[in-house]
T-cell receptor, first 115, second 114 residues
Framework: DSGVTQTPKHLITATGQRVTLRCSPR?????VYWYQQSLDQGLQFLIQ???????AKGNILERFSAQQFPDLHSELNLSSLELGDSALYFC??????????????FGSGTRLTVV | AQKITQTQPGMFVQEKEAVTLDCTYD???????LFWYKQPSSGEMIFLIY??????QNATEGRYSLNFQKARKSANLVISASQLGDSAMYFC???????????FGTGTSLTVIP
């Protein structure tokens, strides 16, 4: 157990729907990062939050949004879902706002299937 | 543009043998970090090893070592004495300076044969 908790582990939904993925960072970590792993795009950075504030943004679609709450858990909201959004969504956490030398601690991911 | 290249989509190795997984990178930033992650079939991403661009010596972590050749911009992962549990996808990744995001390669699937 890495200490980063992602729920749910699996999610199946229909096109056009909206889903929320949840991430609880490792105890003491202030930063949360979201990544998307799809077969055609590989691992892509989506967004980072640090202590409740957006810190960096990557290849995140406008249909997607995220936030980090005062208790430091984060939610990734995906709306108007398309078949191409099917992917494994990872959350990772770190102590500081910048990546530590040892890298992130990843959660086990949420596998989203859009049908 | 920053780029990580893993040219080996799949590799096979006999149990107890050593294997090298290739990774080349492209950046003009003098400060960067190179990472290797393992992703077993269960899906989680497991940190293996880190090499900083200013580190003089190659990183080692148990059976894992990173063959860092800065002039060639390569950061190959060497796994010694392969075990069946090493069968997984392996990703090379780069972080620039004190930046926040990682750039990942496309991965290499390693299969250890008994």
């Amino acid at each position: 157990d890495s200490g980063v908790t992602q729920t749910p582990k699996h999610l199946i939904t229909a096109t056009g729907q909206r889903v929320t993925l949840r991430c609880s960072p490792r105890s003491g970590d202030l930063s949360v990062y979201w990544y998307q792993q799809s077969l055609d795009q590989g691992l892509q950075f989506l967004i980072q939050y640090y202590n409740g504030e957006e810190r960096a943004k990557g290849n995140i679609l406008e249909r997607f949004s995220a936030q980090q709450f005062p208790d430091l858990h984060s939610e990734l909201n995906l709306s108007s879902l398309e078949l191409g959004d099917s992917a494994l969504y990872f959350c990772a956490s770190s102590v500081s706002g910048t990546t530590p030398p040892y890298g992130y601690t990843f959660g086990s991911g949420t596998r989203l299937t859009v049908v | 543009a920053q780029k990580i290249t893993q040219t080996q989509p799949g590799m096979f190795v006999q149990e107890k043998e050593a294997v090298t997984l290739d990774c080349t990178y492209d950046t003009s930033d003098p400060s960067y970090g190179l990472f290797w992650y393992k992703q077993p079939s269960s899906g989680e991403m497991i940190f293996l090893i880190y090499q900083g661009s200013y580190d003089q010596q190659n990183a080692t972590e148990g059976r894992y070592s990173l063959n860092f050749q800065k002039a060639r911009k390569s950061a190959n992962l060497v796994i010694s004495a392969s075990q069946l549990g090493d069968s997984a996808m392996y990703f090379c990744a780069m972080r620039l300076g004190s930046g926040n995001q990682f750039y990942f390669g496309t991965g290499t699937s390693l299969t250890v044969i008994p």
